[in-house]
T-cell receptor, first 114, second 109 residues
Framework: GAVVSQHPSRVICKSGTSVKIECRSL??????MFWYRQFPKKSLMLMAT?????????EQGVEKDKFLINHASLTLSTLTVTSAHPEDSSFYIC??????????FGQGTRLTVV | GQNIDQPTEMTATEGAIVQINCTYQ??????LFWYQQHAGEAPTFLSY??LDGLEEKGRFSSFLSRSKGYSYLLLKELQMKDSASYLC??????????WGAGTKLIIKP
């Protein structure tokens, strides 16, 4: 299957700093990528839909100024958590779809804000 | 509203068979997915059903009935490594994935 690479897999940062997470589709072009957040023992929560060359579409309740998404090319989308706080600590996962079929997931990033 | 229901937790014995059910109510339907997720890892794709019937792939099979809004994932010859959460997701009319909360499957020797 298609490969989606997410980096870093783990990051610890200090409160108030910003963290950038990268999501790359390695062997296909992804016009649309999705960013999810997962709390312990909970299902995936869609944060935003990232479209190449245009602004991301954020889900209700997700702060667009705090979670900056950039989809600069057909193979790269980035999520930047700005001014991180301990409550932002979570597991962040990106996914990309080939047209309207199955979604391929990155490995996930465990963010810990101290 | 849109809703996906699946059991929170199930327990089964190594070597046995287990069926994980998923019922859904969504705005439109463009396919149903099953994913496996081990603790601390991202989900991995297991199956995709868009037509009624049974899709078999090795030890795993997935069934869909669109008229009943119902699917199940069948796991045969259970192995300890099958202990994981199994997520049911439906693609709605806008091609958005609606996720169930996941079923934690515990395999006992």
């Amino acid at each position: 299957g298609a490969v989606v690479s997410q980096h870093p897999s783990r990051v610890i940062c200090k409160s108030g700093t910003s963290v950038k997470i990268e999501c790359r589709s390695l062997d296909f072009q992804a016009t649309t990528m999705f960013w999810y957040r997962q709390f312990p023992k909970k299902s995936l929560m869609l944060m935003a839909t990232s479209n190449e060359g245009s602004k991301a579409t954020y889900e209700q309740g997700v702060e667009k100024d705090k979670f900056l998404i950039n989809h600069a090319s057909l193979t790269l989308s980035t999520l930047t958590v700005t001014s991180a706080h301990p409550e932002d600590s979570s597991f962040y996962i990106c996914s990309a779809r080939i047209q309207d079929t199955e979604a391929f997931f990155g490995q996930g990033t465990r963010l810990t804000v101290v | 509203g849109q809703n996906i229901d699946q059991p929170t937790e199930m327990t089964a014995t190594e070597g046995a068979i287990v069926q994980i059910n998923c019922t859904y109510q969504t705005s439109g339907f463009n396919g149903l997915f099953w994913y496996q997720q081990h603790a601390g890892e991202a989900p991995t794709f297991l199956s995709y059903n868009v037509l009624d019937g049974l899709e078999e792939k090795g030890r795993f099979s997935s069934f869909l009935s669109r008229s009943k809004g119902y699917s199940y994932l069948l796991l045969k010859e259970l192995q300890m490594k099958d202990s994981a959460s199994y997520l049911c997701a439906v693609m709605d009319s806008n091609y958005q994935l609606i996720w169930g909360a996941g079923t934690k499957l515990i395999i006992k020797p």
